[in-house]
């Protein structure tokens, strides 16, 4: 598929293009709120009504083309109008809720193969994009879940995408929970997270903490991007399962064949 140079090469992350996407993340002020204004237990009513328009009207409602075809999601795709539209038409941040990435699919089609995983337990779903994962452990049986992303428009993706799958929405938060105090989770869930060399450092580093202050299991999705495979984390990881991509996430994801859960043992 040709798809527009402008627009989607972001989701081959080449790392130059990375740095600068989370610098922007980072510089966006978001840390100068209190917790409780980025807290919201999202439903449709809550969404400002604008915002909510023009999610509807960019994103195409779809389950096919991932790993988990049981779950509805608004994605950005080829029927949508800046799939092929220039990219600096787009008006707000990089739209990484809008694609279901091939470390979130490998995970969330392990939760719900997997119930037993989450069921009955409190779930963090760190860098949660579209909301799949959270998703998937929602429909597996998980007792609490936290979905956390920096961007407030992903916040209402995850809103939009919990009431496509008729579930009562769960709490989301649009803090980088990276700078808080750890809460404590039975099961932190990351999807295609390691594709920036100092977001993997920081992410590790809080993982760590997690793990030896909470004993928290941290699962981990990655189709083998660099920033992953080359990081140090590798030598505290254990494969749990390797999952083939379906074709149209591989032609989106520049050849990328397969995503990896990996459970995290420092
Ligand atoms: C590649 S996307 C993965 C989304 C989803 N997990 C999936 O697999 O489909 C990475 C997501 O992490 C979010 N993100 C980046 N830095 C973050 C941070 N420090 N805390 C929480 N989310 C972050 C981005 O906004 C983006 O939505």
């Not at 600068?20 to 400002?48: C, E, N, P, Q």
């Not at 069921?119 to 994962?133: E, F, H, P, Q």
């Not at 903490?209 to 140090?232: A, Y």
Request: glycine residues 8%; aromatic residues 12%; contains cysteine.
């Amino acid at each position: 598929m040709a798809l527009n140079p402008g627009w989607r090469t972001f989701a081959l992350f080449p790392t130059n293009q990375s740095g600068v996407f989370l610098k922007a993340m980072r510089s966006s002020g978001l840390s100068s709120y209190s917790w409780g204004h980025y807290l919201w237990r999202g439903t449709g009513s809550f969404l400002d009504p604008e915002m909510k328009a023009f999610l509807e009207e960019n994103t195409e409602v779809t389950s096919s083309g991932s790993l988990t075809p049981e779950i509805r999601l608004r994605l950005l795709t080829p029927r949508c109008k800046f799939w092929w539209e220039r990219a600096d038409l787009w008006p707000h941040g990089d739209p990484y809720w809008a694609i279901y990435w091939p470390g979130g699919q490998a995970l969330s089609r392990y939760l719900l193969d997997n119930p037993a995983i989450v069921r009955g337990k409190s779930v963090l779903d760190l860098g949660s994009g579209c909301g799949a994962t959270a998703i998937a452990a929602k429909m597996s049986g998980a007792s609490r879940i936290l979905a956390n992303d920096i961007d407030p428009i992903a916040g209402m993706a995850i809103t939009l995408n919990c009431e496509l799958n008729h579930l009562t929405p769960f709490p989301i938060l649009t803090k980088n929970i990276l700078d808080l105090e750890q809460g404590k989770w039975d099961l932190i869930v990351l999807g295609d997270m390691f594709y920036d060399e100092d977001l993997a450092d920081s992410l590790h580093r809080w993982l760590k903490n997690c793990f030896w202050t909470h004993r928290t299991q941290v699962l981990i999705g990655d189709p083998g991007r660099p920033q992953f495979r080359g990081h140090s984390i590798q030598h505290q990881l254990h494969k749990v399962v390797e999952y083939s991509l379906p074709e149209p996430t591989r032609q989106e994801n520049n050849g990328l064949t397969t995503s990896i859960v990996w459970d995290f043992q420092p």
